[in-house]
């Protein structure tokens, strides 16, 4: 099992004066990230659809070893039935992200933070997400963003439907930390632009020990888990992504916690 760590993206135009080197081509951009870093969330992807072309171009322009994760579609999350959103989950899934083959990490389906919890419609939800796609197996993680989501029922929910809740570290938005899924989805949301890396020495620190510990199947400690009774598990995937917070120093934070975790993936 492999720890990623990643950011959001990879086009913002601070970037052009801080990570990328000096007049590199924008349209390299992605070649050079991928070098630096071991995963990247692809956010666009929530806002329109992309073709098989372009998904395969992205697969191209990365090494072996790299993963990307797919922000699913606004169609799906936004809904006010999410039972309902078979058809958009099918769209979404069907336009070619599959094309990314092996280097296809994590569906991510975030929800509104006005959306609360409604155990029998998430139920539905849950049960809508395909296990695979022209081949191609698929995971899925839940970004719940309401306190309302910090209940037993849907970290029972999402443990029996498989599919993983992301923990956020956030200043807007509760934390979930139970594991509920045979991988880890971290997001770290809350770099500072005053600090060079966006996360203190000390902070990165435990993040990395947090890291070990979900990869090696353990409860990394003092995370405010729902239901204390989190199972003991085999050695799972990891991804963590710094994103949102000073988004200038996400790349910073990303490369600072690979170097603590002794460097890229083979």
Same mark, same amino acid.
């Given at each position: 099992?492999? !720890?990623?760590?990643?950011?959001?993206?990879?086009?913002?135009?601070?970037?052009?004066? @801080?990570?990328?080197?000096?007049?590199?081509? #924008?349209?390299?951009? +992605?070649?050079?990230? @991928?070098?630096?870093?071991?995963?990247?969330?692809?956010?666009?992807?929530?806002?329109? $659809?992309?073709?098989?072309?372009?998904?395969?171009?992205?697969?191209?322009?990365?090494?072996?070893?790299?993963?990307?994760?797919?922000?699913? @579609?606004?169609?799906? /999350?936004? %809904?006010?039935?999410?039972?309902?959103?078979?058809? $958009?989950?099918?769209?979404?899934?069907?336009?070619?992200?599959?094309?990314?083959?092996?280097?296809?990490?994590? !569906?991510?389906?975030?929800?509104?933070?006005? %959306?609360?919890?409604?155990?029998?419609?998430?139920?539905?939800?849950? *049960?809508? +997400?395909?296990? $695979?796609? *022209?081949?191609?197996?698929?995971?899925?993680?839940?970004?719940?963003?309401?306190? @309302?989501?910090?209940?037993?029922?849907?970290?029972?929910?999402?443990?029996?439907?498989?599919?993983?809740?992301?923990?956020?570290? $956030? &200043?807007?938005?509760?934390?979930?930390?139970?594991? /509920?899924?045979?991988?880890?989805?971290?997001?770290?949301?809350?770099?500072?632009?005053?600090?060079?890396?966006?996360?203190?020495?000390?902070?990165? #620190?435990?993040?990395?020990?947090?890291?070990?510990?979900?990869?090696?199947?353990?409860?990394?400690?003092?995370?405010?888990?729902?239901?204390?009774? &989190?199972?003991? *598990?085999?050695?799972?995937? /990891?991804?963590?992504?710094?994103?949102?917070?000073?988004?200038?120093?996400?790349?910073?934070?990303?490369?600072? +916690?690979?170097?603590?975790?002794?460097?890229?993936?083979?």
């Amino acid at each position: 099992m492999t !720890i990623r760590i990643g950011i959001g993206g990879w086009t913002f135009e601070p970037w052009r004066n @801080s990570f990328y080197p000096e007049k590199w081509p #924008h349209k390299r951009e +992605l070649e050079y990230a @991928s070098r630096q870093l071991s995963a990247i969330e692809i956010n666009g992807t929530y806002y329109s $659809s992309f073709k098989p072309a372009s998904w395969a171009t992205w697969r191209d322009t990365v090494p072996d070893n790299f993963v990307f994760a797919v922000k699913a @579609s606004r169609y799906c /999350t936004t %809904r006010k039935v999410l039972a309902e959103a078979g058809e $958009s989950i099918e769209r979404f899934v069907g336009q070619g992200l599959t094309e990314l083959g092996p280097k296809l990490g994590p !569906i991510l389906w975030q929800f509104m933070p006005t %959306r609360r919890f409604d155990p029998d419609d998430m139920r539905a939800f849950m *049960a809508l +997400l395909p296990t $695979s796609h *022209a081949g191609v197996p698929l995971r899925h993680a839940v970004h719940a963003r309401h306190d @309302s989501f910090r209940d037993p029922e849907f970290i029972a929910i999402a443990r029996a439907a498989g599919v993983a809740l992301v923990y956020a570290d $956030s &200043a807007d938005y509760p934390a979930i930390p139970d594991v /509920t899924g045979p991988f880890v989805y971290a997001r770290l949301e809350q770099a500072v632009e005053e600090v060079p890396t966006g996360y203190t020495d000390d902070q990165l #620190h435990r993040w990395a020990i947090a890291a070990r510990d979900w990869q090696a199947g353990r409860a990394p400690a003092d995370l405010p888990y729902v239901t204390p009774d &989190a199972p003991v *598990a085999a050695e799972r995937d /990891t991804f963590v992504f710094f994103i949102n917070g000073a988004k200038v120093r996400a790349p910073h934070g990303a490369m600072a +916690l690979i170097d603590r975790l002794g460097g890229l993936p083979a």
